[in-house]
């Protein structure tokens, strides 16, 4: 497996050790996996590349929205950018559009779902700590309950 990267840490991401960086390899067992995903292990870019399932709410030329198979809330979507990035940290000046448009589209498929008057939230999580569990830059939208502060 070296030099490869395991679905499992998206699959069971509480298998792995919260102290492994997202770089270095957990020991679980006699196998080693690598939590840091890759393009080609990555589960957002398998639904992207439709080789992997999801309920589609919208789409457009620069990003995704499906609905999150864990729900936290009575509505939520993950805004998924169509061009793979680990987490915000990789961001650069030149994805500040590409960040603006995920923000927007957050907006549109919260009033499509009618958000807009209850209120509702968006977050991004960035690092194992954070809970990131799938290491592709993803916006949710959550919604339909009262939200508390702080979170998590």
């Not at 069971?12 to 006699?30: I, V």
């Not at 000046?93 to 907006?107: F, P, T, V, W």
């Not at 549109?108 to 700590?129: M, W």
Request: a neutral charge.
């Amino acid at each position: 497996m070296s030099g490869q990267v395991s679905r499992l840490p998206v699959l069971f991401p509480r298998l792995f050790s919260p102290k492994a960086g997202r770089d270095q390899p957990y020991r679980y067992g006699t196998l080693c996996y690598h939590a840091r995903m890759s393009e080609t292990d990555c589960l957002f870019c398998k639904i992207l590349a439709g080789t992997a399932a999801a309920d589609v709410v919208y789409q457009d030329a620069r990003c995704v929205a499906i609905r999150d198979t864990n729900p936290q809330a009575p509505t939520h979507v993950l805004i998924i950018p169509r061009e793979h990035m680990d987490s915000l940290d990789d961001a650069s000046q030149k994805d500040e559009s590409m960040l603006g448009h995920l923000l927007r589209i957050s907006a549109r498929v919260a009033n499509d779902h009618g958000l807009s008057e209850g209120g509702y939230r968006t977050v991004i999580n960035t690092g194992r700590g954070a809970g990131q569990s799938v290491f592709h830059l993803h916006v949710h939208v959550m919604g339909g309950r009262e939200m508390t502060w702080p979170p998590g």
